[in-house]
């Protein structure tokens, strides 16, 4: 069975907003997305997510335009833990299974449903190949997902990283609603229609 969603956030962050294409093939997830923003400088993004099994990211391209001009990324995930953005071996993001794409809620996704933290109490921390927003680097970042507790809709599940922390709000399979001090989502469940898988 195919679902899919397309889902529109106000980031907050960014004073703009995001609309992302999503699909769920079993335990896949595919999406590309466009956003713009005004801070911390006026930028234009879209980007392309391709996943493996059990949410494993395989492949995150970028294209950023700011007005210094335009730039792309191509991070790649090679299944066993090592990275290569734009060709080049990023060894300090090894063992990492996640791309976390700078001001995108949709990037959460793929942690918290590997782990069902949207339906089950627990912790993790992962090493995530973060992407920074617009200028496209690429650094390495440990995260902290916690489950606190079910909602009518979903989950709460606190999300931690150095000395910033918030309280998320996820729908049942694993979509971020609310992002405080990031983003919002506009009405919730808009756009979803599900399908046989032939």
Known sequence: MVTSHVLTWEVTASRGYETSWIEFRGTRLTAHGRAVGT???VYWISYDLDTAE???????????????????????????????SNGKP????????????GLCPLTNTMPVLRHSLQALPG????TMAWV????????????????????ESGARVRFASGGFRSDLEFDGEGLVIDY?????????????????DQ
Do not use: I, K, N
């Not at 990023?90 to 996640?98: C, I, M």
């Not at 920074?132 to 909602?151: F, I, K, N």
């Not at 405080?180 to 046989?196: K, N, S, W």
């Open 39 to 41: 801070r911390p400088e």
């Open 54 to 84: 059990e949410y494993v990211t395989r492949e995150l391209h970028v294209r950023a335009a700011t007005s210094m001009g335009s730039h792309e990324l191509r991070l790649l995930h090679d299944g066993a833990g090592r990275w290569t």
């Open 90 to 101: 990023l060894p300090e993001a090894d063992g990492a299974l996640d791309c976390d794409l």
């Open 123 to 126: 912790e993790r921390t992962f």
């Open 132 to 151: 920074s927003v617009p200028d496209l680097t690429v650094h390495a970042s440990e995260q902290t997902y916690t489950h606190l507790g079910r909602t």
């Open 180 to 196: 405080p001090g990031l983003a919002h989502r506009h009405a919730p469940g808009a756009g979803l229609r599900v399908q046989d």
